[in-house]
């Protein structure tokens, strides 16, 4: 069974920095695209940034320019730099499988307001 235990959230002001980490157990860890996702209240789960086996990275539009994935395989570890954090970007985030996902974790929850 897959567990994938989201941390680094918190509360921020507006152009604030967090990172955020997830740690995947009970998987192999290298071969998989890995994703982060952020779900806001009364939205959607939301495609936020990946990562291929192989570091190529993509973005949505509105985090392109301030937030960074990467990943360490040796630690089974992806991760999510996120630098001039808007209101808007306040929400759970959730890593996961990119592409068919595992089962979702608990996330982490960032707060951006000040």
């Known amino acids: 069974q897959v567990h994938l235990v989201e941390s680094g959230g918190g509360l921020v002001q507006p152009g604030g920095s967090l990172r955020l980490s997830c740690v995947v157990s009970?998987?192999?860890?290298?071969?998989?695209?890995m994703a982060w996702y952020r779900q806001a209240p009364g939205k959607q789960r939301d495609l936020v940034a990946s990562?291929?086996?192989?570091?190529?990275?993509n973005y949505a539009d509105s985090v392109k320019g301030r937030f960074t994935i990467s990943r360490d395989n040796a630690k089974k570890t992806v991760y999510l730099q996120m630098n001039s954090l808007k209101p808007e970007d306040t929400a759970v985030y959730y890593c996961?499988?990119?592409?068919?996902?595992?089962?979702w974790g608990q996330g982490t929850q960032v707060t951006v307001s000040s």
């Open positions: 996961n499988r990119y592409n068919p996902p595992w089962d």
């Open positions: 990562i291929t086996s192989g570091g190529n990275t």
């Open positions: 009970g998987s192999i860890f290298s071969v998989y695209a």
